[in-house]
């Protein structure tokens, strides 16, 4: 399996994985289920985790506590854009083919998150709800969390010719009017800050994957698969 491994500096006993193509990872329209489950069981048994979960993402700001449904070989019938694990071998699976996978674990390595971030997700401020919600939860604190941001679409190719519509003015340092293209990167990595998160606890795989043909793209292809980006405590 074509996959690139992330292990945050300090939390060994976390690990992160951003899959790539070829082979999709979602149970989408054209997809066949067979080979989805045999890609995603081969990535399991290399990455070494024991159960996947994963939802189905609807550009929302809905949030999954310690999913219930084991999902490696059937679609997800929960629906939702984020989830959080305290279970050792549990990896929470995001599937993206542009959006951002946003990776977040706790200092302690005892509490993970798993985010599916869309424009949209972004213009509801997804991160920061999301990182509030964790926080109350648990009882943490964001500044004792650490995130990384995934391959995702990168500020040379994210055209928004609706901005006004779709973002609006509260967003107009991000945008620029004579390209048309809108810096998600740093949106999220500000939307982090303002939650609470430290600058230098944030990291990012700054890899286009419009630019680049080893990823799914939505915008450069439209019919397309997805890649999986996951996270999970490890089992001693």
């Given amino acids: 399996m074509n996959y690139i491994p992330f292990a945050f500096p300090d939390i060994p006993g976390v690990a992160c994985a951003f899959g790539t193509g070829p082979d999709t990872l979602a149970f989408t329209g054209a997809s066949d289920p067979l080979a989805v489950t045999a890609a995603r069981t081969a990535l399991q048994a290399e990455l070494g985790f024991a159960v996947w979960h994963s939802l189905r993402q609807v550009h929302g700001v ?4 310690e999913p219930e449904f084991e999902t490696l070989a059937r679609p997800s019938i929960e629906a939702g854009d984020g989830m959080t694990e305290t279970r050792a071998g549990h990896a929470l699976a995001i599937k993206t083919a542009d959006c951002q996978p946003v990776l977040i674990s706790h200092a302690s390595g005892r509490y993970v998150m798993a985010l599916h971030v869309g424009w ?15 926080c109350v939860r648990y009882g943490l604190a964001p500044g004792e969390l650490s995130a990384v941001r995934g391959p995702s679409l990168g500020p040379g190719e994210s055209e928004f010719t609706a901005f006004e519509s779709e973002f609006g003015e509260r967003f107009r340092p991000y945008f620029d009017h004579r390209s048309r293209k809108l810096d998600l990167w740093r949106l999220t990595r500000d939307q982090l800050t303002a939650v609470g998160l430290n600058r230098d606890r944030i990291y990012a795989l700054d890899l286009c994957t419009k630019s680049l043909p080893q990823f799914f793209s939505y915008r450069r292809d439209k019919s397309t698969g997805r890649q999986a980006s996951l996270i999970w405590i490890k089992e001693k």
Avoid: L
């Fill in 120 to 134: 949209r997700g972004n213009v509801q401020d997804f991160c920061g709800r999301a990182v509030r919600s964790f």
């Fill in 62 to 65: 809905n949030m999954i506590f």
